[in-house]
């Protein structure tokens, strides 16, 4: 496995504040939030950019957005709404090269597009 700070949260060699997971899918809050509530939904096999996602991983992205919105409609926010995105690369903001999904919630956010 590689050794981006998400791999070392899925090993457990750093702390953080877990609020899902399961076989294929860690969850965690960001220690930088960028809006009320700010959580990241990573997938536990290493895939560094959503360029690398392969043909047959099409199904990692689909379990991010699946888990994300689970985890909204659980903790109370899913009708008010959120925001999911997914950086990849310098220019797109991506930091950690691991492909995760944000998850952005608790008031309003501002619109773009």
């Not at 991010?64 to 220019?91: P, Q, S, T």
């Amino acid at each position: 496995m590689s050794d981006t700070i998400f791999h070392k949260i899925i090993r457990r060699e750093i702390p953080a504040t877990i609020v899902y997971e399961d076989d294929g899918i860690i969850a965690f809050k960001d220690i930088a939030p960028q809006a009320p509530i700010h959580i990241l939904f990573v997938p536990k096999v290493t895939v560094p950019t959503l360029n690398d996602v392969q043909p047959d991983q099409a199904e990692i992205i689909g379990r991010l957005a699946v888990a994300a919105a689970n985890y909204a409609k659980r903790e109370g926010f899913a009708e008010d709404g959120y925001r999911i995105v997914m950086n990849c690369n310098d220019h797109g903001g991506q930091t950690v090269f691991q492909i995760h999904m944000h998850l952005l919630a608790g008031g309003p956010l501002g619109r773009f597009g």
